[in-house]
């Protein structure tokens, strides 16, 4: 049973106020985003996600920092289960991955929705390559939902789900 401090329950309080916030516009403040406000977060959410993939690739734990919530709204659930629950224990996970070994993110069908003009969800598809030298040793795709907002200017990942498909181990042949 999830609590109010779970952390799928903070994910769909998060939406929810998102959502509410959104929705609770006055009659003479328009629902929909102007066609300009929408292409910029289109254009600043996928730029983020661009700073994502880069900083993980490059192992910069400052910049993989730099585009999470440095806060307690900030959660990231694997197939359904809280895999993390701050940008610390993202960073720690990167920093445990065996340096011999790298990896390649390909995103695909990304989709942005805009919720406003400092918040939006992105939806995507990537393949992941884990390489040892020029040889992959693991390949798997998912889905990424992740829920952006803007900070003090700044746009950060608030909560984020991957769903993804079992790893497929290469063989040495």
């Keep these: 049973m999830n609590t109010p401090t779970s952390p799928l329950a903070r994910v769909a309080l998060i939406v929810c106020a998102a959502l509410a916030t959104i929705g609770s516009g006055c009659e003479s403040c328009p629902l ?13 959410v996928r730029a983020l996600l661009d700073r994502w993939i880069q900083s993980f690739e490059s192992r910069d734990e400052a910049a993989v920092r730099s585009v999470l919530a440095d806060d307690e709204r900030f959660v990231w659930l694997e197939d359904g289960e ?24 390909e995103l695909t069908s990304v ?8 918040a939006a969800w992105a939806q ?8 040892q030298g020029e040889r992959a040793v693991s390949e798997f795709t998912g889905v990424v939902l992740i829920l952006a907002q803007r900070d003090n200017g700044e746009w950060r990942i608030i909560a984020a789900h991957t769903s993804t498909t079992k790893p497929q181990m290469r063989s040495s042949g």
């Design 32 to 44: 929909r985003q102007s066609v300009a406000t929408t292409a910029q977060v289109d254009e600043d």
């Design 124 to 131: 995507l598809g990537t393949t992941t390559v884990i390489r």
């Design 82 to 105: 809280a895999r993390y629950q701050s940008a610390d224990d993202v960073v720690a996970a990167l920093a445990s991955f065996p340096p011999g070994l790298q990896h390649s993110h």
């Design 111 to 118: 989709r942005i929705v805009p919720m406003s003009d400092s």
